[in-house]
């Protein structure tokens, strides 16, 4: 049976005899002997490979094992003499499956930009920058179904296609089969949905939370985890079209209990990923960002910093630091009004909460002010907001309003309204951005460069 190198290095003994299977990474050509570097994906180290002259076909085998070359190698393990590894494979036997042409093969450097490997997004995987991306990143998501299973909240799949522009926000793509060339038309001139493949215009969603708050409904605490699309064209290095949420929900819990329940989910994650990526992370600490394991041990280690937008507001409008956008009572935070609480003035993660009514979307509970709703926003360093959740407005008659005031119509909206009819609860719930929180695990500096197949404006050839 062939055998992940992981599990090798991490206990492989001399003397096992075995067969690994991967791609070469490097190869040093000696007097009579050879070493090759082979990966497998399984884990940022390879397994050196020491081929002696008296192979069969040694010559031939060894003009073969070029970087990129796809091999299955077996041999007996052995101690290494070498520094930097334990144990060694002396091969007796190496089948090449697949030569990569050292001419052509574009991963030979060391080193490429960032920017490089994203024009050969079919091969950056092979990197050792991006394997560490991906197998932290594959961390992150298992860390968050233990969190939620432990528990007991219930993973549901939220749909892809909806009718609903859950944030409000109009950055939605449409879908549709109509025929584009010849668009079928109301009799004042608009676009017939009704003649569309839903008998309604429909669109990727933005959000899984309206379905979650109908499932929380019935089985008190649930979450999503799954793909959701922004059509906003923002070419920025934290936004993407298409990226994955995570987004639980919880009956009969209140903002505060949001707050904590956020808090302790992400200390769980830096947690987790520190434990089963110890490799990983020291690479990032490394080569990416030598802050990312102070960072992490920050986040863990400590509790987050808790301020009202408005005092937010008063804290920004007292530095003396110069931004590029205004920033007073009723606006928004931009990413830069988000870094400098979080990356400069407290140095930790910060939960800004009861954001101006008008700024944020139609769900969120109206506080007694009138001028503030129940919201909360987890804004990070270097990354600004990496969460965005609020409590959920229960009450029947301020949801329609609010729901009017924001130009809806709320008969659109009359089975989640219906929730608020039929046994409503109070109840609250948040979105983290998947990438942002790999990106701010990792210190990668650019968002396409945490998820395998990165969709922005104008971008989605691979
Ligand atoms: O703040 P947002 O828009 O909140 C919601 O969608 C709510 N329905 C969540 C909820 O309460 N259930 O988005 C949540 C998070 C943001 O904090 C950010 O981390 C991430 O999603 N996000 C993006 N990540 C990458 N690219 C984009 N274009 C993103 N837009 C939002
Ligand atoms: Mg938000």
Not at 440 to 448: D, K, V
Request: hydrophobic share 40%; aromatic share 10%; net charge negative.
């Amino acid at each position: 049976m062939t055998r992940r190198i992981a599990e090798l290095l991490r206990s492989g003994q001399p003397d096992e005899s075995v067969t690994i299977q991967g791609w070469v990474r490097t190869k040093r050509e000696l007097k009579g002997f050879a070493f090759i570097e082979v990966n497998d994906g399984s884990s940022m180290a390879g397994l050196q490979v020491v081929l002696n002259s008296d192979l069969p076909d040694y010559e031939t085998v060894l003009k073969e094992l070029n970087t990129g070359a796809s091999v299955e190698v077996s041999g007996v393990l052995v101690a290494s003499q070498g520094k930097g590894q334990r144990i060694e494979l002396k091969a007796s036997s190496v089948k090449v499956y697949g030569d990569a042409d050292p001419e052509t093969y574009p991963l030979q450097k060391k080193r490429h930009s960032f920017e490089f490997l994203r024009t050969i997004g079919h091969l950056r995987s092979r990197t050792n920058t991006l394997g560490a991306v991906f197998r932290v990143r594959n961390a992150c998501a298992t860390a968050i179904h233990q969190f939620f299973q432990e528990r007991d909240f219930l993973w549901i799949h939220a749909p892809i296609i909806t009718a609903n522009d859950c944030e409000g926000a109009g950055e939605l793509f449409t879908i549709t089969t109509l025929d584009l060339k010849d668009v079928p038309k109301t009799d004042n001139q608009e676009i017939d949905f009704s003649q569309d493949f839903f008998g309604r215009r429909a669109y990727l969603t933005v959000s899984g939370q309206l379905e979650a708050e109908v499932m929380a409904m019935a089985f008190s605490n649930v979450y999503t985890f799954g793909p959701t699309f922004r059509a906003e064209n923002s070419n920025t290095s934290r936004h993407l079209a298409e990226f994955w949420m995570v987004e639980p929900e919880m009956a009969f819990c209140d903002l505060k209990g949001d707050m904590d329940l956020a808090e302790e989910f992400l200390k769980y994650i830096f947690n987790w990923v520190l434990e089963k990526c110890p490799e990983d992370m020291e690479f990032f600490n490394q080569r990416i960002d030598n802050t990312v394991l102070a960072t992490a041990e920050n986040i863990i280690n400590n509790q987050f910093e808790r301020i009202t937008y408005t005092e937010a507001i008063a804290l920004l409008e007292k530095t003396d630091r110069k931004f590029e956008f205004p920033i007073e009572w009723g606006l928004d935070l931009q990413s830069e009004h988000e870094r400098y609480l979080s990356e400069d003035l407290f140095k930790k993660p910060v939960i800004v909460s009861d954001y101006p009514v008008g700024i944020k979307a139609f769900y969120m509970r109206l506080n007694n002010d009138e001028k503030t709703v129940a919201a909360m926003d987890v804004l990070a360093p270097k990354i600004g907001e990496i969460i965005g959740g609020s409590q959920r407005e229960e009450r029947l008659d301020v949801l329609e309003k609010r729901i009017r005031n924001q130009g809806m119509n709320p008969e659109d909206l009359w089975w989640y309204l219906d929730l608020r009819r039929y046994g409503t609860v109070p109840h609250a719930g948040f979105g983290l951005g998947f990438e942002r929180v790999v990106q701010f695990m990792t210190g990668m500096g650019n968002i396409r460069d945490v998820i395998p197949f990165p969709r922005t404006p104008l971008s989605a050839e691979f």
